[in-house]
């Protein structure tokens, strides 16, 4: 593999990092990337504390780099990097009218994984509740529904008439977060027991306190699987939220890997590069075995 290397004049690759450290996604993704230097390095890294969707830094537009590894969610981003020409490995969805490399979670072993650990705690209904118009949430979505039907079984989806497509992933969910009481209303009326997926752990722990705010039990009425594996998100829920856990650490590596690949001259992949999840870390919310048909819908099915 050709690399940039260290020379005479103490020359390293330039490598910006924008990635958030703001979620233990982002910061999973920061060790993968720290090991594979550690291991084929050295590269001299730009990076500062961020968000998922924060502006372009100031910094980046006249910096003079080697490559790039990105997750954020900024229009600005793709004419930032067209201009400083670099090689960029995505670590998320690319935004649309733009090519670039992709390192990302399968988000199908996601609701795989999911569905999978549901069933096996013994529910036969089923649900999800996402961030509707947000890419990830919708890919979980449409493949949860399929591992479901599949199965010769019926998925119930928390739908909102809101319009939020084309918008900044961090302004869907906190729109998203505001439909506490839709939320509560449709789950009112889920057939009991139910397993349900949120499509990550921040709508998960807004499902408990739903459940909890209404009345409806934890696990015996209702499972919930997040996606992340935010241990302090899931374990500051109540109870304690199980979690499907992403191989970031690996995305990371594998990310920083093809970024040295195409700083040292390889042609760039033409597809993505999905990286399976690793299970799920089952906490209370998951813990017991579902009974069939202990409640009945009520009359008004969502």
Known sequence: MNKIVSNGNGHRPRVALLIESSRAYGRGLLLGVSKYVREHGPWSISLQEQSLCDEVPDWLRKWKGDGILTRLDNQQMVKVIRR????????????????????MTDNVSAARAAFEHLRERGFRHFAFCGFNGADYSDTRRDNFIRFVKEAGMRCHVFENSSRRKNRRTTDIEREGLKDGEAVAQWIRYLPKPVGLMAC?????????DVCRAVGIGVPDEIGVVGVDNDEVLCDLSDPPLSSVLPNTERIGFEAA??????????????????????GVIARRSTESLAIEDRQMPLTHPP
């Open 257 to 278: 890997e093809l970024l040295d690949e195409l700083m040292g001259g390889k042609q760039s992949p033409r597809d993505p590069v999905y990286v399976e999840t690793k």
């Open 84 to 103: 400083l020409r670099v090689p960029v490995v995505y670590l998320r969805n690319v935004p649309p009218n733009f090519q670039a490399p992709v390192v």
């Open 200 to 208: 990550n752990d921040m709508r998960g722990q807004q499902v408990l």
